[in-house]
């Protein structure tokens, strides 16, 4: 089995304050992959140092594209990249996205003009193309809008698809952002406290949702969650971190048990 | 090229933009707004000096208070009426606000003080001193003083008082500062009015080499705000920096390269400095969190 | 048959076919004036308001869509004024020649300014773009052999397409050119091009995870405000026939995006309306008025209160009255629809 993510030594501070410290994980393929820690763990620094938004002070983050996008891309005789130093908007590209913990949607657009954001790397069309509404711009427009269409159905939201997105509760909002990683093909999605503000119900249908993600778009996914109820459910492999530390890695039976992973929580929630 | 004569001169107006740029760095500090309308409010209230100089015949230092009070009120009034009450806006709803201030401020100045070009003396009509080759007026040393003296007590202000720490706290981050019970409300009140003041005497300074039309502060406006960008949003300390250097700069680039399009030239320096610092002279990169 | 109507009724849907109606209905205005019904003089400033939309339409790109604000709009347009008088007059290259320089020179200045500004932060765009303006209106002062200084630039009405125009012509060319400004504006912000900016807008950090290179899409934006502006340009001045240095201040910058906040940000007819207010109202309207009519600083205060007021009290805009009206008339349907999906997401 490849492994997609390979988080090497990765090590960022702010400041005084060291977010990150050494910490080392790694994400198999069509895996399920967990990252707990308690408030201010360093979970969402994690993200930012893999998508780019932060350039760690140290470490390395190799991603494995597919063979198809390394080639296209023009890496040959490797089967992964180091993404530190990728500029961020180029991070996608490689087939790696990701959602917000704040939920980052576009209010004012509709549901399947959110989507199409997520589609943006497919949009071949030169800019003057675009401007002038040539032939070959409009194709590609219908094409990549009926595959939006498709990821709205997906996440079952389909029917909302030209509500303005700013009006829609929660729950559609964080299904929205999922459905837009889904334009991009993901070799890997990541996924900043998906369950957070959803009710009992909402939670339950988002685990059946993302093993469906996973089964049917082929990808790994990604997560941080407080929700342990969650996190157990879900995830294949789970890494636990604290004040930017690796603490312990292995299956959600193996962290339940774990004693260094109590100690972290103590005091914290006491429900791992 | 005498280097003193001009250094001296450069001084003198590099304490005109440094007060201005102070204005701008407090508000933007307390209230995130870019205050774009620091010279027409220093236009305005400076106006109003010139006006009651002229119109009462009141001594200069007498007219100065009375712009004081103007550019207090008006300060706590665009605060109170506009800036207060933009909490839900964009930061570019806020700068276009101040944006519209500058034309209200710009149409009410002929309404208010009528039509006339207005004088305004300096505040040492006489006298020059000798250092070495070069001279120095006296009103001249007094606005080199009024810069250095006012930009240092304002330093001594937020670092050792009581509301210059309330000033700092609310500057690094609002929010956390309201909850940790300072007024913030008063605080960018207070940075209002201030940089009001700044405004107004930045204008008192600048008047007796021109006259007083609703345009004279255009420069000082323009400078003020390169000063900012210069020395960097981050510090106070920076765009006062940035404004004795942009003036010092400019006078060199006039005497030796070309008296027309000195100021010109150096704007287009600093904007391809930025491309080297992008955060100016003393700014610290920051990391934008995610 | 009732395909064919369908069809019709899409095509009059189209909003590119309303842009066309809005021209065609903009063109009879020449008609008034010289029929008597409507002074020449009105037509000219509504000549001029139809030049201030396109300006405008610009602003409305970059402050709607990616929430950047730009004060060089007079310096832009100014150039292109010019330029197209050096052209035309100078160097006798002809209308579209004209047009072209002011078109291509001023959107290359922008962008320079623009890459070196943008990098940093967006707000720095303001200021560059405010100095830059300034080192142009010093240009237009000094740099007598281009723009004759503070005598002023005079020129002639243009001949195009081997027809000598007019005033009335001219305006017909203004019209032209405001339909297809608005046409192309509506493809921008209504493909990918639209969405991008507004995914930078709304989050950039979301729309970089997405693939939108912020820096790009930026400048694109600043780019077409700043070709907006120089066709401005030179239309003014073959409207005209002369420019001086003055016209192009700070505060034409200003009232440009006076127009852009009233009429609405993101909204093309509203662009259009809000230039009528900022530049005809007080021209046609606020000096009539007895007593405070000739008022000095008079249209000043009314732009920058209207900004005020709109971005405190009416974010909306224009646009936003229009919408408001149209509610109060009928009722969306899909307002009824978005109500259940509360309901129908819980329930699953
Ligand atoms: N851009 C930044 N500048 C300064 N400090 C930062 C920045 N980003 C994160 N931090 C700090 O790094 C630490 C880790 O933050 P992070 O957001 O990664 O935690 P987290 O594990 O995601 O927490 P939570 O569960 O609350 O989301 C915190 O102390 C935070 O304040
Ligand atoms: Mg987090």
Redesign the interface.
């Known amino acids: 089995m490849t492994d997609v993510l390979q988080v090497e030594h990765l090590s960022i501070s702010?400041g005084g304050l060291k977010a990150l410290d050494d910490l080392s994980f790694t994400v198999g393929d069509s895996e399920i992959f967990g990252l707990i820690g308690p408030n201010g763990a360093g979970k969402?620094t994690v993200f930012?140092c893999i998508t780019q938004?932060?350039r760690p002070d140290a470490g390395a983050v190799w991603f494995a594209p597919g063979a198809d996008r390394l080639a296209r891309a023009g890496h040959h005789g490797t089967d992964k990249v180091d993404l530190v130093g990728v500029p961020v908007h180029r991070v996608i590209k490689h087939g790696l996205v990701r959602t917000?913990q704040n939920v980052e949607i576009i209010p004012e657009l509709s549901l399947i003009d959110n989507v199409l954001i997520g589609g943006h790397i497919d949009f071949k069309a030169s800019m003057l193309a675009q401007m002038f509404r040539l032939p070959s711009s409009r194709r590609e427009e219908a094409a990549l809008r009926e595959k939006a269409r498709g990821a709205l159905a997906f996440l079952s939201i389909d029917h909302l698809a030209d509500e303005p997105a700013g009006g829609q509760p929660y729950g559609v909002r964080k299904r929205l952002e999922m459905a837009r990683t889904l334009m991009a093909e993901p070799r890997l999605i990541i996924l900043d406290e998906p369950a957070a503000g959803l009710n009992e119900s909402e939670t339950e249908g988002l685990a059946e949702t993302i093993r469906r993600v996973r089964d049917e778009y082929g990808c790994s996914i990604l997560l941080v969650e407080h929700d342990m109820g969650l996190v157990m459910n879900v995830c294949d492999r789970i890494c636990a971190i604290s004040f930017g530390k690796f603490l312990a890695e292995g299956t959600p039976t193996q962290i339940q048990r774990d004693p260094k992973v109590h100690e972290a929580y103590l005091g914290e929630r006491d429900d791992v | 090229m005498e280097l003193l004569q001009p250094l001296l001169r450069s001084l003198e107006t590099g304490s005109v933009y440094a007060l201005a740029a102070l204005g701008i760095i407090l508000v933007w500090r307390t209230s995130r707004v870019?205050h774009?309308a620091q010279g027409s409010m220093g236009m305005f209230s400076g106006t109003a000096v010139a006006f009651v100089f002229d119109r009462t015949g009141a001594p200069l230092w007498a007219s100065v208070l009375v712009g004081a009070v103007v550019a207090i009120l008006l300060g706590f009034a665009v605060d109170f009426a506009?800036i207060r009450?933009?909490r839900r806006?964009?930061?570019?709803?806020k700068?276009?606000?101040t944006?519209?201030?500058?034309?209200?401020?710009?149409?009410?100045?002929?309404?208010v003080f009528g039509?006339d070009p207005l004088l305004l003396p300096k505040a040492i009509p006489t006298g020059d001193l000798t250092l070495g080759n070069a001279n120095l007026s006296y009103n001249g040393l007094l606005n080199i003083l009024l810069g250095v003296v006012i930009a240092a007590v304002l330093f001594v202000v937020l670092q050792k008082t009581k509301i210059g720490l309330a000033i700092r706290a609310t500057a690094s981050n609002e929010s956390t500062a309201r909850l940790m019970g300072i007024p913030t409300k008063t605080v960018t009140l207070l940075a209002w009015a201030t940089a009001g003041v700044l405004g107004m005497l930045a204008a008192v300074m600048i008047a007796p080499t021109t006259t007083v039309t609703?345009t004279f502060m255009?420069t000082v406006q323009?400078t003020a705000?390169?000063a900012c960008?210069l020395g960097g949003f981050q510090t106070f300390y920076g765009p006062v920096l940035g404004a004795y250097l942009i003036a010092i700069a400019s006078n060199f680039l006039k005497l030796s390269v070309s008296s027309?399009?000195g100021d010109?030239i150096l704007?287009?320096l600093i904007?391809?400095f930025?491309?080297v610092r992008?955060?100016g002279l003393v700014g610290k990169t920051y990391?934008?969190k995610? | 048959m009732s395909n064919a109507s369908a069809m019709a009724v899409r095509v009059a849907r189209h909003p590119h076919v309303r842009f066309l109606v809005f021209g065609a209905v903009l063109m009879t205005l020449p008609a008034l004036a010289s029929s008597g019904i409507m002074m020449t003089s009105t037509l000219s400033t509504l000549g001029f308001t139809l030049i201030y939309a396109i300006v405008a339409m610009g602003l409305n790109l970059l402050?709607g869509y990616s929430?950047?604000?730009s004060?060089g709009t007079a310096g832009f347009m100014g150039l292109g004024a010019y330029l197209a008088a050096y052209v035309q007059d100078d160097l006798g290259l002809g209308f579209w020649v004209a047009v072209l320089a002011a078109l291509i020179v001023p959107t290359f200045i922008g962008l320079l300014?623009g890459v070196?500004?943008l990098?940093?932060?967006s707000?720095?765009l303001?200021?560059?773009t405010?100095?830059i303006s300034?080192?142009l209106l010093?240009t237009f002062e000094?740099a007598e052999w281009f723009t004759r200084g503070t005598a002023g630039k005079q020129s002639s009405y243009p001949v195009v397409l081997g027809i000598q125009t007019d005033r009335s012509s001219m305006f017909f060319i203004i019209v032209v050119a405001l339909v297809l400004v608005m046409m192309l504006t509506h493809n921008i912000v209504h493909g990918q091009l639209g969405r991008a900016l507004h995914a930078m807008r709304s989050s950039e950090?979301a729309a970089q995870a997405m693939g939108v290179n912020v820096l790009t899409y930026k400048l694109f934006a600043f780019a077409v405000a700043t070709m907006y502006a120089g066709l401005a340009g030179a239309l003014y001045l073959f409207f005209l026939k002369s420019s001086y240095p003055s016209t192009w201040n700070?505060?034409l910058s200003?009232?440009v995006?006076?127009m852009v906040?009233v009429g609405g940000l993101r909204s093309i007819y509203g662009t259009v309306a809000g230039a009528f207010v900022i530049f005809a109202v007080p021209e046609l309207i606020l000096k009539e008025l007895p007593v405070i009519g000739d008022?000095?600083?008079?249209?000043?205060?009314?732009?920058?209160?209207?900004?005020?007021v709109v971005?405190?009290f009416f974010?909306q805009g224009l646009r936003g009255l229009t919408d408001l009206l149209r509610g109060l008339v009928t009722r969306r349907p899909s307002a009824a629809a978005s109500e259940q999906a509360p309901e129908e997401v819980a329930a699953r």
Do not use: C, D, H
């Open positions: 702010f969402t930012n938004f932060y917000f | 870019m774009f506009v009450r933009l806006a964009t930061a570019v709803g700068e276009i606000v944006l519209g201030l500058i034309m209200v401020f710009l149409g009410l100045a002929p309404i039509t609703p255009n323009v705000l390169f960008v027309v399009w010109q704007y287009l904007l391809v930025l491309l992008p955060n990391l934008k995610v | 402050l929430g950047l604000i004060l300014v070196v500004s990098r940093v932060r707000i720095y303001a200021i560059a405010l100095t300034e080192i010093k000094q950090v700070l505060f200003l009232n995006v006076a906040v008022t000095p600083g008079l249209p000043y205060i009314f732009s920058g209160v209207l900004i005020v971005i405190m974010p």
